[in-house]
């Protein structure tokens, strides 16, 4: 067979392939004959308001000299690590702003960082492709620096994500540029389990997040710059469990909503939607329009404790409170007073719901609480 064949043989093969795509998605758009925020405003239902003083900035988190990355809140809901472009991470005690440890990274680009679930380790990774484990109880050198407890190689690409194994000190999950998702014992420092990669199922292109099921935490979703997100069981690794479309950009950010039956996801295409992981299908879309044709991507998701609330982040700034059941942005948190001076890189919900923090581009974090009668939605 001639190149030229093989070539017509190839065209021919791809036009068949984005057919077959096509209608695919335009099956599962004819399917989609509602959505819940149509089902919700049926019922009557109205959305959550917001006072002057039900979500207020009452704390600015100074100390980074560029620009945040990431962030994740302890469990036990007082302290934060935050990651940044200055090469270092700090951990912060929420309810003083004090800095109880600033800790200067081996590899000064990071992109991620997590607690561990006892708080008593932090975790980072980036473009050094490893995932580095501190034991915040470790004596510093005489550089006055902490060392590195555990360094966690294997992917072949940056680190853009990690996340603990709820409960479990010894087990993170790491996504990486390189389409896959590892599940680390960090006791050993060895890699469980691969997801993605050579097999069929997994990702085609750079995975940027995972999500943990906190009800099962065997099950996990990743999303990717395949405008994809995918849904895992640590126990088969070799497949992925289902995919998800609907996103036409890189999916930044997934996240679990809190009864583990669904996950929200942002992407570079402007919106969140929400999917259900025992149907497979798309929910609801949350997307704003904005008047002057430029479309913001989202960075970052994290839901209220009872799922009542989306907040995303997003790259001009804007941070949007959603009222997840009728698809209505309720409460923009960039055009409160004290809001940040660039872009939103990250966000997370404190363990008890009662305080959201936001990272940002012009290298502050800043605590939101609930207040006025809203302590907690």
Not at 99 to 119: D, R
Not at 227 to 245: E, M
Not at 310 to 329: E, H, Q
Request: glycine content about 10%; some cysteine; proline content about 2%.
């Amino acid at each position: 067979m001639s190149v030229t064949e093989l070539k017509e043989r190839h065209l021919a093969a791809t036009e068949t392939v984005n057919t077959l795509r096509e209608r695919l998605k335009q099956k599962r758009l004819s399917l989609l004959d509602t959505d819940i925020a149509e089902y919700a405003r049926s019922q009557g239902r109205t959305p959550v308001s917001f006072g002057p003083t039900d979500l207020v900035c009452c704390r600015t988190l100074q100390g980074h000299t560029g620009k945040v990355y990431s962030l994740d809140w302890t469990s036990e809901k007082n302290r934060i690590v935050s990651a940044s472009q200055d090469g270092r991470l700090i951990v912060w005690n929420a309810l003083t702003s004090q800095k109880t440890h600033a800790i200067k990274l081996p590899c000064a680009w990071v992109m991620t960082c997590a607690f561990s679930p006892t708080g008593q380790s932090v975790a980072c990774g980036g473009l050094d492709s490893v995932c580095s484990i501190f034991n915040l109880n470790s004596p510093t050198d005489r550089d006055g620096n902490l060392p590195v407890s555990r360094m966690l190689s294997g992917h072949k690409g940056y680190v853009s994500s990690c996340q603990y194994v709820p409960d479990e000190d010894t087990h993170l999950i790491t996504s990486s540029g390189d389409q896959t998702c590892v599940l680390w014992d960090i006791t050993t420092g060895l890699r469980t389990s691969v997801f993605g990669g050579e097999f069929q199922s997994g990702h085609t292109a750079d995975v940027l997040s995972v999500s943990i099921n906190g009800s099962n935490s065997r099950m996990f979703v990743s999303g990717s710059c395949d405008a994809t997100a995918r849904l895992w069981d640590t126990r088969v690794a070799s497949r992925a469990v289902r995919t998800f479309h609907g996103h036409e950009g890189d999916v930044n950010a997934v996240k679990f909503f809190p009864d583990g039956n669904r996950f929200g996801t942002g992407s570079d295409d402007g919106t969140c939607r929400l999917f259900d992981i025992r149907t497979g299908h798309q929910l609801q879309v949350y997307y704003q329009l904005h008047s002057d044709n430029e479309i913001p991507h989202v960075t970052s998701i994290a839901f209220s404790i009872s799922g009542r609330l989306l907040f995303a982040g997003y790259t001009n700034g804007d941070c949007y409170v959603w009222d997840t059941l009728l698809a209505k942005m309720v409460l923009d948190l960039g055009s409160l007073q004290n809001s940040h001076d660039g872009r939103i890189s990250c966000l997370g919900l404190s363990a008890d719901g009662s305080a959201l923090c936001t990272g940002s581009w012009d290298s502050n974090l800043k605590i939101w609480a609930f207040g006025g009668h809203r302590k907690v939605v």
